[in-house]
Every structure is written in structure tokens, then in C-alpha cells.
């Protein structure tokens, strides 16, 4: 398996700034205005109904990451040939399950007095409003083999609310990431399942994060101001 960087980057501006059509601002819209932040995601980077109206306005392309659920996310590494290697029966070894870059925004400008108005009129919308821009990385390699073996080699996700950590973070990790040879990696790991296998979500966490000698994985963060 060998991994390829996209050119993909974050966007430095952590605001929203344009705002919503003021024709849109009905009676009706206001008595809606509940059911567009419904089901918001306190830890996350999955978007809300308003917030996904405010990405368009702002030309930012969201993706769905599960039915129902969007959020501002590009490809951070790809898999080089994957298709190609898939079709011709390779599907043992390690192999990235997913790698992305993740944002979530805020609001300033015009946006934010729009966002202001919308809260007193649905004190729900303090939810989306109260939020600090937030940045996140994501990898995940994965491991099969014919005896039926399956586990995760590295699942590695860090957040921050600092545009100029994720950026230092991102390009260490690329540094470091190009360089892992995963079989090698896998290997080692299977010989040493006693000592992980039988450990929680968190802990093989910890693990796994002492068996690479990175940092420990940083997520879950407190989103609002």
C-alpha cells in the first residue's frame, strides 16, 4: 500500500460572513428555524440544516459522511491504484479505510447579525451561533488478512480551534505518515495482539499511539464559546 497527499488544504477564514437571502425571513421561517438545527452535533463536524444554507451561501462544498448527515470534508490522503489493485483481487494487507480534513465554522459579518436576529427569534439557533470554528484531522488504516485477522492499525483523530496548530499538526503528520511502512507495522502488531486485543476503544488508542511514538489522539472537544 502506498499513500498519496492530496493538494487538498484548509480554509483559513473560520467565518461565514455572507448572509441569507433577507427575503427568506418569514413568519414561517421563523417558526421553523427549530427543525434547521435539530439534531446538533455537540463534538463533531456534522452540519445542520442552517448551517449547511450558510456553506452554499458562503460557496463552501459539503459531502455527506452517513445518510442524512453533511459536513465540510475533504480527502486528506488516497490509496494509490486502490481501484486498480481491488480489481485485481489485492484485498489483503493493510489499506486506508479513510483519510480526511474536516472544518466547522463560525460566523462573522453580515452573517453573524443574521444569526443574532435568527437566535432571538429561536433561542435553539444560540446552539449553531455559540460555536467556535473548530479544524480536524482524520486517518484511518485498516488491516485483513485470509486468516480472517481484522483490526485497526492506526485510527488517528486530532481537533483543534487553532488555524495555525492544524496546519503545523497536518504537515508533521504528512512528514511522518509517507514514511510508516504499514505491512512492517501490521506485523508487529499481530505478534504483539496479546498486549492490546483485550483493551476498550481508548486504550488500544493509547496504545496504538506509544506503538507509533505520536501524540495521543485529541477529540470530543467542547464546542461552544
Not at 5 to 32: M, S, V
Not at 103 to 130: D, P, S, W
Not at 131 to 139: A, E, H, N, S, T
Request: proline fraction near 2%; include cysteine; charge should be neutral.
Amino acid at each position: 500500500m502506498k499513500l498519496t497527499l492530496t493538494d487538498n488544504k484548509f480554509i483559513k477564514n473560520p467565518h461565514y460572513t455572507r448572509a441569507l437571502r433577507q427575503e427568506i425571513e418569514t413568519e414561517t421561517w421563523y417558526n421553523n428555524l427549530w427543525a434547521y438545527v435539530d439534531k446538533f452535533d455537540q463534538n463533531g463536524f456534522d452540519l445542520t440544516k442552517l448551517e449547511e444554507f450558510y456553506a452554499k451561501k458562503n460557496s463552501h462544498t459539503f459531502s455527506m459522511v452517513r445518510p442524512g448527515r453533511n459536513a465540510l470534508i475533504q480527502d486528506w490522503f488516497l490509496e494509490e491504484n486502490q481501484e486498480h489493485s481491488r480489481a485485481k483481487g489485492a484485498t489483503t494487507g493493510p489499506h486506508i479505510n479513510h483519510a480526511y480534513l474536516f472544518e466547522r465554522k463560525g460566523f462573522g459579518g453580515e452573517a453573524l447579525i443574521q444569526m443574532e436576529r435568527f437566535a432571538n427569534k429561536c433561542n435553539l439557533v444560540h446552539k449553531v451561533l455559540q460555536m467556535k470554528p473548530k479544524w480536524g484531522l482524520d486517518f484511518s488504516i485498516d488491516y485483513v488478512d485470509k486468516r480472517g485477522n481484522v483490526f485497526e492499525v492506526l485510527h488517528w483523530e486530532w481537533d483543534t480551534f487553532n488555524y495555525e496548530e492544524v496546519i503545523e499538526k497536518k504537515k508533521h503528520m504528512e512528514d511522518w505518515l509517507v514514511t510508516v511502512d504499514w505491512n512492517e507495522a501490521a506485523s508487529k502488531m499481530l505478534d504483539r495482539k496479546s498486549e492490546w486485543h483485550h483493551l476498550g476503544f481508548f486504550e488500544q488508542s493509547d496504545w496504538k499511539t506509544r506503538f507509533f511514538d505520536i501524540e495521543k489522539e485529541r477529540f470530543k472537544m467542547v464546542i461552544w464559546k
